[in-house]
């Protein structure tokens, strides 16, 4: 499992490097030590801290496994049997296998969006990636925090090959498009809003040669 730097640790308990040296030396949670003598903490110890049982921890162990298309169905089955393979490797006990399409632009993706609420009923313990955008395109780092504060690891396998760059394009294009759409529509509220001041100007000039024909009048 993954080793955190105190600074890390420190940051996901809620709590400053300061009062992790103190809880050291008092032995309320001891650091462990490399070669070197560095302190570092496992994610076990953070699970300890939370008052998880360990050893009769019964949640499960996710694959996750999503590309765009359904025209990309043997890229999916590709991701699945690395990961299956991956786990098997190290001993690791698959739960629930899900294989999702959709954008990994898309926030509202049905299978994920249940994924989470899992992670959030605490039922998930592991949840494992073949890369960092098949769990999500943009904000991972984040959704990576949100998990662990329910106590779910994300680990991502970082295989490079199952990672197809075409979805990239095809994303970086989504926005563009989106983005370009947004610039049209404030160019169009551009040109009514110069049409309105010149609406205006012409409504004060109107104002202007009644108010000196009436002086004339007078």
């Given amino acids: 499992m993954k080793n955190y730097k105190p600074k890390d640790f420190a940051e996901l308990l809620g709590v400053s490097v300061k009062t992790l040296q103190r809880w050291d030396r008092e032995g309320t949670l001891k650091a462990n030590r490399t070669l070197t003598n560095r302190r570092y903490y496992t994610y076990d110890q953070y699970l300890q801290f939370k008052g998880m049982n360990i050893e009769n921890d019964k949640r499960q162990v996710v694959i996750y496994a999503r590309v765009s298309t359904k025209n990309q169905k043997d890229d999916l089955q590709n991701q699945v049997a690395f990961l299956r393979q991956f786990c098997n490797a190290r001993g ?4 629930q296998c899900i294989e999702d399409y959709g954008s990994g632009l898309n926030y509202n993706c049905k299978k994920w969006n249940e ?3 899992e992670v959030m009923e605490q039922k998930i313990k592991t949840i494992v990636v073949t890369h960092k955008d ?3 395109r943009f904000g991972y780092d984040w959704f990576e925090k949100f998990c662990k504060k329910f106590n779910t690891t994300l680990v991502v396998v970082n295989n490079e090959e199952l990672s197809p760059q075409e979805e990239l394009v095809q994303d970086i ?9 947004r610039l049209y529509g404030l160019r169009k509220y551009k040109k009514l809003i110069e049409r309105d001041e010149e609406i205006a100007e012409e409504l004060q000039d ?5 108010r000196g024909a009436e002086s004339q009048d007078s």
Avoid: A, E, Q, T
């Fill in 115 to 117: 994924l989470l609420d």
């Fill in 173 to 181: 294009v989504s926005i563009l498009h989106v983005f370009s759409c």
């Fill in 206 to 210: 109107g104002n202007k040669s009644n």
């Fill in 134 to 136: 098949r769990f999500i």
């Fill in 92 to 95: 690791i006990i698959v739960n």
